[in-house]
């Protein structure tokens, strides 16, 4: 579990009792730092410095909620 107290719900995807609650991803930022997202049944945490306004969240949001898309969203 990821030490982020802070939790971004999304619109797209309730995470209460999701399939994927636990599962923690790494994301690449736009300075090539690497961030992870975790799925709770709170939201979705992450462990940069922007907690609060984290876009690694949003960006993540996407991919998760077109798990069919064979083209990468850039």
């Avoid at 999304?10 to 690497?34: F, P, R």
């Avoid at 961030?35 to 969240?57: L, Q, S, V, W």
Wanted: glycine content about 6%.
């Amino acid at each position: 579990m990821l030490k982020s107290k802070f939790y971004h719900t999304a619109d797209q995807i309730n995470t209460k009792g999701h399939w994927a609650v636990g599962t923690i991803w790494a994301v690449v930022g736009s300075k090539n730092n690497v961030y992870n997202i975790e799925m709770t049944d709170r939201g979705f945490n992450c462990d940069c410095p922007a907690f609060k306004k984290c876009k690694h969240i949003k960006l993540s949001l996407i991919h998760i909620s077109e798990p069919t898309r064979r083209t990468p969203i850039s």
